[in-house]
């Protein structure tokens, strides 16, 4: 087996996965110093994390690029149980979730959100450790699914914000459209703005607004709808809801931005892929989510 590259903080060891194996064996190369009944007992306990998520199942396949985590103090990791959010990854300097439509990413001005995906995840954190706290690197919107990610500590925070288009390397949402788009590839660029109502307006003159660049293809069609594979260029608000209204195929259930009633209870849209370098070890890190079987659902012959 290759070395897998390797940190430790705090009594923590966290390994990458350089080939396919099992989770047991994969632990039983990385501490030969360990009974097979000693890392079972890991196991059980939850000291293992994959990923981010804890793992008690010793035949958890591991994929290249995986991270693994063991918390050697003995203490097991608190788990976050959520209906809306779920935790892809986790380590000392950033977290990872994959929120579920419906959920406000962060609470707005009015302040009338009790739980968003921040206060959800602050809240696990704070279990954890009372002294942990959470910072906004980026936000997705309220009606979309998908990947977000969180800093746990200020510098990092800015360091994301600061050097964004620098640090993130690939961005991929997953769109299902009223209709077919006549250009199977296609890239969309306009200067967008936001109302005093809320709303973000297209414009094609320079100056108008700022730049939003979107690049998609098409994944699956039928006489109805098309399923779009999206990637975005730039992180404006609302972004690519107004680029499928300004082609004239927009998303399925987004009303605000031209779209019928959605025949999947929800809007089509959701945020597949996100890649990163590392702001601390400089490793680039890539998570991707399955598409919502709602919407594979409606390309079923």
Not at 22 to 35: R, T, V
Not at 68 to 77: A, D, E, L, P, R
Not at 249 to 272: E, F, M, N, T, V
Not at 282 to 287: D, G, N, V, Y
Request: with cysteine; proline share 4%; glycine share 6%.
């Amino acid at each position: 087996m290759k070395n897998s590259k390797a940190y430790n903080k705090d009594k923590q060891t966290t390994l990458r996965v350089k080939e396919p194996m099992a989770l047991m064996a994969f632990l039983g190369f990385h501490f030969n110093g360990k009974s097979h009944t000693a890392l079972k007992s890991m196991l059980s306990k939850k000291q293992v994390c994959v990923n981010g998520i804890p793992i008690s199942q010793f035949n958890h396949p591991l994929l290249p690029n995986d991270s693994v985590t063991v918390n050697t103090t003995g203490k097991g990791q608190y788990e976050l149980k959520h209906p809306k959010v779920s935790v892809v990854f986790e380590d000392d300097d950033v977290i990872v979730i994959e929120k579920a439509e419906g959920l406000l990413a962060v609470a707005t001005d009015d302040g009338k959100e009790n739980a968003t995906a921040f206060s959800i995840v602050s809240d696990y954190l704070k279990k954890k450790d009372s002294r942990n706290r959470l910072f906004i690197v980026h936000r997705i919107d309220r009606e979309t699914s998908g990947l977000m990610l969180f800093a746990k500590n200020k510098d990092v925070q800015m360091e994301m914000q600061d050097h964004w288009h620098e640090i993130v390397t690939e961005r991929v949402y997953v769109a299902v459209v009223e209709g077919v788009p006549t250009k199977e590839e296609d890239t969309i660029v306009t200067f967008l703005r936001e109302s005093k109502a809320f709303k973000v307006h297209a414009a094609y003159q320079a100056g108008a607004g700022k730049q939003a660049v979107t690049h998609y293809r098409l994944m699956r069609k039928n006489e109805h709808f098309a399923m779009l594979k999206v990637e975005l260029e730039t992180g404006r608000k609302n972004q690519i809801r107004v680029h499928m209204q300004e082609i004239g195929h927009p998303i399925i259930g987004d009303r605000k931005y031209g779209g019928g009633p959605s025949p999947i209870g929800r809007i089509g849209l959701h945020a597949r892929i996100l890649a990163f370098i590392h702001p601390v070890t400089h490793e680039t890190l890539r998570f991707e989510t399955p598409v919502p079987r709602k919407f594979s659902a409606l390309f079923l012959a």
